[in-house]
């Protein structure tokens, strides 16, 4: 983790800031003494105080996703989130500038996205994962060293300073809109990664992938409308072949993962041809925060103060 993210995190403790870290350090303190170890693949567990009612991804779901993104199935959409999140920065900038935009991603995972990204910004960012997986948080963190990869609950006040984010992004994960409002700056921006009716049809049924609500977009915009509006949006749609395996690990990494009898699954894709042709649908869409929200005054966060 680089010492400049730390500047926009918050103790979720007492609500005040993280001193830098030594090198080779691995505890994260804030200046009001609370601690926080970092895991050995370089994430950091800040939640503390009552467990989360939130069931976080299995090292299985986790596993299957982190297959299923390194095969390059979802690079289209890599590529073009990349594009979408970028360009706020690549208006022809000063290299010799000190300012580094931050980006927040919500619900990392394996860090997949993040790092097409970072990788598209030459590094010249700073980045928070957010991921109540610890298991998500241990590929993401080996994966982007230099990002903040923290377990946190989206649904909770974010560890991280108002106004401070230049971009939020989200592909598939919980939207918690009131808290993306205080973290981004008001000229900042929200991305969301949703798929659209018709994503992964061929195979929905088979791999017991939940239905796709026809109104799926109006509803984001609907849920996001009292702190965002929505000022573009694109879609994608990419032509994979997938092999057995990967069917296997499309139905393990979504929702469905939670609860799908894995033996099940194996006997439904023994059927399939050796490729399945299928259709990914996404779509892209680009909020700001609107205005009277955007102003909100900076607040400390004092949720989870142990008892003493
Ligand atoms: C479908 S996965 C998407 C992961 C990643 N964005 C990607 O597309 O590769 C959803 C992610 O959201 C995380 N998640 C679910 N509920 C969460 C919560 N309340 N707080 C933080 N993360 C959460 C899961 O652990 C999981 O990694
Ligand atoms: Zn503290």
Known sequence: MENSVLDALLCPI???E???LLRGANVLRCVDGHSFDMARQGYVNLLTGPGTKFVEDSAKMVCARDDFLANGH????????????????FA???SSSLYRPLIVDAGTGTGWYLQEILLALGGRVDAIGLDISKFALR???RRNPSAANLVWDIWRELPIVAHRADVVFVVFAPRNAAEFARVLKPTGLLVVV??????LAQIAKLAHMLDIQPEKEAALATSLADHFELVDSSTVTLELAL???DVCNVALMGPAGHHINSAELSRNVEGLAELTHVSAEFTISIFRPTAHKAALPQRRILTHRPAV
């Open 14 to 16: 007492c609500g005040v």
């Open 18 to 20: 993280f001193a830098p």
């Open 74 to 89: 979802y690079q289209g959409l890599a590529n073009e989130l990349s594009k979408v999140v970028s360009r706020p920065f």
């Open 92 to 94: 022809p900038t000063d």
């Open 139 to 141: 590929r993401a963190a």
């Open 194 to 199: 949703t798929p659209r009716p018709g994503h």
């Open 243 to 245: 092999s057995p395996t």
